[in-house]
């Protein structure tokens, strides 16, 4: 900031970033479970969270979800979703042999990810997998070619890795990193295999750039960030994260309007808000009217991508619901 323009001379203001929120992926995962709630009644049992959401999980529960950590909390033939995040093979025996009723709401851009490791396995490369240790979409990818992945989360990984034939050697990556750092660890571990190959299309999803995009946008101007997202949500984290790397001079991840700190305020004239791909719009609101109340009530639209991306419903439940 100039001496000219002390901060108490600029206006309030509020960027609001474009896109942010839902995700098709995630849209249609929470569809799945509230028509199949609709079309079978609750109890509709869902493997893991949906999406990463506390707002969207609750509200969900609330209609008659039950969300399980593994398959075998779920009864004998009754019906399981499992989330957007996909799982791997053995998770599909497991619901077999329990005779599970089992809709796949995975996101069609993780089923991407999961051919990908298929095909590259039967070609018998090693697969560098960038991911976050722990995270659903990490284990279910890995677990599609368990003997040919290798996760790479820290640089310390990249210096562990040991492959086969350094000719025949590529990476893939979880869908909600962030498109910067992953491409950190590529280059890391470009330099220990030159002959490195890279996916056929981009693992990260189009939303997740979009996101980070918008805020890379917005950050150079904003005094403070607010992403609207769950903790253990990592394309939100990652927002947080760009947008401190992009000059925004705070940042913080929130779930609700009640969770901001007026301390986070003092001082602050502009204010980026933007969301997590699980986040429905109607917190994004909550943070504008607690803004607007304080002062901040002039919002303009940053835009820099319109979506227009939608996925059909999984076929288990579309066959239902013509009928």
Not at 185 to 195: A, C, G, I
Request: aromatic share 6%; hydrophobic share 40%; net charge negative.
């Amino acid at each position: 900031m100039t001496p000219s323009s002390p901060a108490a001379d600029r206006p309030k203001r509020v960027f609001l970033a474009k896109p942010r929120g839902y995700c098709a992926g995630v849209d249609r995962a929470v569809v799945t479970v509230e028509k199949a709630l609709e079309t079978y009644g609750a109890p509709v049992y869902v493997r893991k969270e949906i999406v990463h959401n506390k707002y969207v999980v609750e509200t969900l529960q609330d209609r008659g979800a039950i969300f399980v950590d593994e398959t075998d909390e779920v009864p004998e033939g009754a019906l399981v979703v499992f989330s957007a995040h996909g799982v791997s093979p053995a998770v599909h025996e497991e619901a077999a042999a329990r005779n599970l009723r089992t809709i796949d709401a995975t996101c069609p851009l993780v089923t991407k990810v999961h051919q990908e490791a298929k095909r590259f396995a039967r070609d018998d490369y090693d697969i560098l997998l960038i991911g976050h240790e722990g995270h659903e979409e990490v284990e279910g990818t890995a677990g599609e070619a368990p003997e040919h992945v290798q996760l790479v989360d820290t640089a310390e990984d990249v210096a562990k890795v040991e492959v086969r034939d350094p000719s025949k050697v590529i990476w893939l990556s979880q869908t909600t990193l962030s498109v910067d750092e992953t491409m950190v660890r590529v280059e890391q571990l470009k330099q220990r295999f030159p002959d490195l190959q890279a996916p056929p299309s981009d693992d990260i999803c189009y939303a997740t750039q979009n996101r980070q995009v918008a805020v890379k946008a917005m950050a150079p101007e904003c005094d403070l960030v607010i992403v609207v997202g769950s903790q253990n949500s990592s394309n939100s984290k990652r927002l947080v994260e760009v947008a401190l790397q992009h000059g925004a001079q705070a940042s913080y991840l929130i779930d609700y309007a009640k969770e901001i700190d007026e301390a986070w305020l003092d001082g602050v004239r502009t204010v980026g808000v933007t969301s997590g791909a699980s986040v429905p719009d109607i917190l994004v609101h909550e943070v504008l009217a607690y803004l607007a109340e304080r002062g901040w009530g002039d919002v303009e639209e940053v835009t820099t991508a319109n979506e227009k991306i939608a996925f059909q419903l999984p076929r288990e439940l579309r066959k239902d619901l013509v009928r």
